[in-house]
Structure formats: structure tokens, C-alpha cells
């Protein structure tokens, strides 16, 4: 099993690009999670995705969508890239509740 | 709404020594509790967890004990090792049906174990 999976591991974006951070589990899990890190910051929920086919807000949704395309499935969208959004990204998937993390996806917005 | 607040870092200790990093939360009900770590450019992994006061979760010689009475989670090790060295982040997790299930992380203490 691989686990959480997310690509791509690195990202530069010019302000006002778009992309999509991409996330699938092979756990069967119902529940799935996109989080950002920043320093001395810890985690922030930005949105999570009960099950297949519901997404609800997290803590910092502002500029962001998501996708559950199915149950393996979680994506993150950036429609309008902006420097606020230099982070680190984890995906996550939960069950019942311990929370298994992907690698992350560091991106760098000019 | 809940929170977690863990002692601020960075924590530096010579190999052997004994470690404790404070972790105290505010919570409805009664929720589960988690230690993870994360390794220099990797996710978070599960540590070690408990799911009711007075349960004591242990992992890799790392411990913590649910304390519902002081409403605390610290984590320690009684010799910790160069390869301990990662960021510790404490969390909890609502029970089912309250807050969707979902988890609040501390901002995570930095541990740098000298040789």
C-alpha cells in the first residue's frame, strides 16, 4: 500500500496562475483532509471531505476549492495564485481517527 | 471551540537526557488525543494516542498519559536519541458526531537531540 499520495512535491507559480494539488489514499477511507503549514503556525484545515461526494470548509477555505472525485480521490484548486499562498500542503485521510499524512506539496508563489 | 497549545520550542537536549513536552487542551466531551511527528521533509505520522482519560499511549519508548483532570496530554521519553530530533505536534480529535470529527493540532515543538 502506498498510502497518501500527493504530487506534485514542488511547485513555483507567478501570482494570478492557477493549479491543482492532486491527492489519492488507497486505504479505503472515507475521510479526507487538505491542511497547510506554515511556520510557528501548525496546521490549518483548509477544507476536508466527509465522504465520497460531500466537502465542507475548514479554517482557511479564502481562495481555494476542492474535489472529491471519489473515494480515493481529494483535490485542491489555487484559481488565482497569491503570495499569501506560499505553504506547505498535506493531504490527509482519516480512519476511524487516526489522521495519515502525505509528503506534502511545497509551493512557491511569486 | 477547541484548541490545543503545546510548549513553544525549540527544544534542544543532549543525547540520553530525558525529555517532557507540555501539551494542555480545551475541548466539548471527551475527545481522543494524539502525539505526532514529523520528520525534516516528510509528513506527519501517528506517534502514540489515547481515546480515554487515564489511558496511557506508548510508541518507540515515547509516552503520555490522558489527564482529563488537568485536561493534558505531555509527551516524554526518559533517553532520548539523536534520530528523535523531528517536530512534535500534539492534537485532538472530537468524538463522532460533534465538530464533524475534526482534528485540532497544536503549532508543533522542535526537538534537536545532540550526540
Known amino acids: 500500500n502506498a498510502g497518501v499520495t500527493q504530487t506534485p512535491k514542488f511547485q513555483v507559480l507567478k501570482t494570478g496562475q492557477s493549479m491543482t494539488l492532486q491527492c489519492a489514499q488507497d486505504?479505503?477511507?472515507?475521510?479526507m483532509y487538505w491542511y497547510r503549514q506554515d511556520p510557528g503556525m501548525g496546521l490549518r484545515l483548509i477544507y476536508y471531505?466527509?465522504?465520497?461526494?460531500?466537502?465542507d470548509k475548514g479554517e482557511v477555505p479564502n481562495g481555494y476549492n476542492v474535489s472529491r472525485l471519489n473515494k480515493r480521490e481529494f483535490s485542491l484548486r489555487l484559481e488565482s495564485a497569491a503570495p499569501s499562498q506560499t505553504s506547505v500542503y498535506f493531504c490527509?485521510?482519516?480512519?476511524?481517527?487516526?489522521?495519515?499524512f502525505g509528503p506534502g506539496t511545497r509551493l512557491l508563489v511569486l | 471551540g477547541n484548541s490545543v497549545t503545546q510548549m513553544e520550542g525549540p527544544v534542544t537536549l543532549s543525547e540520553e537526557a530525558f525529555l517532557t513536552i507540555n501539551c494542555t487542551y480545551t475541548?466539548?466531551?471527551?475527545?481522543?488525543l494524539f502525539w505526532y511527528v514529523q520528520y525534516p521533509g516528510e509528513g506527519l505520522q501517528l506517534l502514540l494516542k489515547?481515546?480515554?482519560?487515564?489511558d496511557k499511549g506508548s510508541n518507540k519508548g515515547f509516552e503520555a498519559t490522558y489527564r482529563k483532570e488537568t485536561t493534558s496530554f505531555h509527551l516524554e521519553k526518559g533517553s532520548v536519541q539523536v534520530s528523535d530530533s523531528a517536530v512534535y505536534f500534539c492534537?485532538?480529535?472530537?468524538?463522532?458526531?460533534?465538530?464533524?470529527?475534526?482534528?485540532?493540532f497544536g503549532d508543533g515543538t522542535t526537538l534537536t537531540v545532540k550526540p
Open positions: 490527509a485521510s482519516t480512519e476511524p481517527e487516526t489522521q495519515y
Open positions: 486505504m479505503n477511507h472515507n475521510s
Open positions: 471531505s466527509a465522504s465520497e461526494g460531500t466537502t
Open positions: 475541548a466539548t466531551g471527551y475527545p481522543s
Open positions: 489515547a481515546t480515554k482519560a487515564d
Open positions: 492534537a485532538l480529535r472530537s468524538p463522532p458526531g460533534t465538530n464533524a470529527g475534526k482534528s485540532t
